[in-house]
């Protein structure tokens, strides 16, 4: 980490620089800024501190964490999660999709994805009508038209910890997750503050229950929701471990959806790495990564499977074979069992439309 007293013994150094990892150094640390306006709250043991924020639920707008309710006790059958990589509905995907009348950008992966009992991805933009472009190089807003493509295609959980879902401010930030909910589908990995910006996912899936968190690590750093400012969640070891710990018993199975690495370059980081093992230690099931625009490759790490990029899903101005590829992952589980999973490729085309080369 960036900051020398955040900075994990156990997180080996890969040789790249901070702002490499998307972390520029600080004088004031991330975690002060993050827990900004806690006051004696700061002071307590995080888990402490998370209990004295009272009724988290009554922080969220929306709240991101919601229950399924299984169906028959008597219906075992095991539960199918789908996970994409970043779908970007700005720029020409934005102009394509508001000509059409149709599934785009879904129309030849929409049928594949609704099979699956829970279809979850990466959110990299901003869906809205609100806010102006905050000073960075690429800013990404859809029309809120895209709000209705996007259940079509079974989406039900959507990451918004990424660095483009706060490129239109705060406003359209929580416009964005008072929207998705009533198209059916739950923001994960942000919030109206920290505490609710940290909060879990919970699906119920027949005899199964899975919990999903998500986060973020590529700047700008002003997304990161803090204790009084709405926001997205940022990968901070310490909460990290804190968010598995106080999910582990509600669930059978976590999934940790993460926002890291190094745009193009088809090798994870030593630091992804030992992020990526700091969550399976703490608790977690399977880490799956996005935000490098590449597939990445893939490990087991006690047992438990880390995807480190799963690459891109819906983008455009990718004109290359390698980013035009992309990984999409799918998951067989019964209670705390993984019982099989594959990595599907697709390939983006024109208007930045994706199609599956395998099934």
Request: aromatic residues 8%.
């Amino acid at each position: 980490m960036a900051d020398s007293d955040m900075s994990e013994p156990n997180l080996p150094d890969d040789g790249r620089s901070d702002y490499q990892h998307g972390m520029p150094s600080r004088r004031t640390t991330r975690r002060q800024l993050l827990l900004a306006g806690a006051g004696t709250a700061a002071g307590l043991a995080l888990g402490q501190w998370l209990a004295a924020c009272g009724d988290a639920t009554a922080l969220h707008t929306p709240a991101p964490t919601a229950t399924l309710a299984s169906t028959a006790t008597s219906d075992t059958r095991p539960a199918t999660v789908v996970v994409t990589g970043d779908i970007m509905l700005a720029r020409s995907v934005n102009t394509a999709l508001l000509a059409s009348h149709d599934r785009f950008p879904f129309n030849d992966t929409a049928d594949y994805l609704r099979s699956f009992d829970l279809t979850i991805g990466n959110l990299e933009c901003v869906v809205s009508s609100l806010g102006s472009p905050q000073p960075k190089e690429f800013t990404f807003e859809a029309n809120p038209r895209a709000f209705e493509r996007l259940p079509l295609a079974g989406y039900g959980v959507l990451s918004v910890a990424n660095n483009h879902s706060g490129d239109f401010g705060k406003t359209a930030f929580m416009d964005m997750l008072g929207h998705l909910p009533a198209f059916g589908i739950m923001p994960l990995g942000g919030g109206a503050n920290l505490v609710a910006a940290h909060q879990p996912v919970i699906r119920t899936i027949r005899t199964t229950t899975i919990g999903i968190l998500a986060y973020c690590e590529i700047d700008p750093f002003n997304f990161a929701a803090t204790a009084s400012e709405p926001g997205h969640a940022w990968l901070d070891p310490t909460l990290i471990r804190a968010d598995i710990q106080a999910l582990r018993p509600k669930v059978d199975f976590i999934l940790v959806f993460t926002h890291w690495g190094i745009e193009y370059q088809p090798q994870e980081t030593g630091h992804q790495q030992a992020m990526a093992r700091l969550a399976i230690d703490a608790g977690a099931d399977v880490v799956v990564g996005a935000h490098p625009h590449i597939i990445q490759p893939y490990e087991l790490y006690n047992g438990k499977l880390i995807v480190y990029s799963l690459g891109n899903f819906v983008f455009d101005g990718m004109y290359e074979e390698v980013v035009r590829r992309g990984s999409i992952l799918t998951l067989t589980l019964k209670k705390n069992q993984l019982l099989a999973w594959k990595l599907v490729t697709s390939r983006i085309g024109d208007w930045g439309e994706p199609k599956l080369l395998e099934g």
